[in-house]
């Protein structure tokens, strides 16, 4: 039995919700990416001025210099992370398009694959980010004089 075309094109266009919601996520992925490469310039360029004190760095001066070299490692964890989620969210994108261009050829379970390894993109790039979350409130706490 042949699927009548009207129901074709309707069933093409339900996976760009999906492309649509990882729009959404990419959109505030890549403001926070952008944010984590611009604190990793900004504390490299102060830990640079810092080192060129040499001895005439203040205590104040050493201590910040050993709480940036503290910071690095998990900032620089923190953009993997970022940098991780951005990509699976776009490769579901991509997966999710290709999804739409295979339903045609809905005598294949070509795009209930696509669907599901899009879908399993998106749980990549969630958990990613979440990751990220949690690692960005441990760098806070190195910030604040007393965290409890």
Not at 23 to 35: H, Q
Not at 92 to 114: G, H, Q, R
Not at 127 to 132: D, G, S, W
Request: positive net charge; aromatic residues 8%; proline residues 6%.
């Amino acid at each position: 039995m042949e699927i009548p075309i009207p129901q074709i094109i309707v069933q093409m266009v339900s996976p760009a919700v999906m492309v649509s919601a990882c729009g959404l996520m990419l959109l505030g992925l890549g403001n926070k990416y952008s944010r984590v490469v611009d604190r990793l310039r900004e504390f490299g360029a102060e830990h640079r001025a810092l080192r060129k004190l040499g001895s005439a760095a203040t205590s104040v001066d050493t201590e910040r210099m050993r709480t940036l070299e503290l910071q690095f490692p998990d900032l620089f964890r923190r953009g993997r992370l970022v940098r991780n989620a951005v990509v699976s969210f776009y490769a579901a994108i991509f997966l999710f398009v290709s999804c739409s261009f295979s339903i045609p050829l809905a005598d294949t379970p070509v795009p209930l694959v696509l669907f599901c390894a899009g879908m399993a993109c998106v749980l990549a790039g969630t958990v990613y980010a979440q990751r990220e979350t949690l690692l960005s409130y441990r760098l806070i706490r190195l910030e604040l004089p007393n965290p409890d």
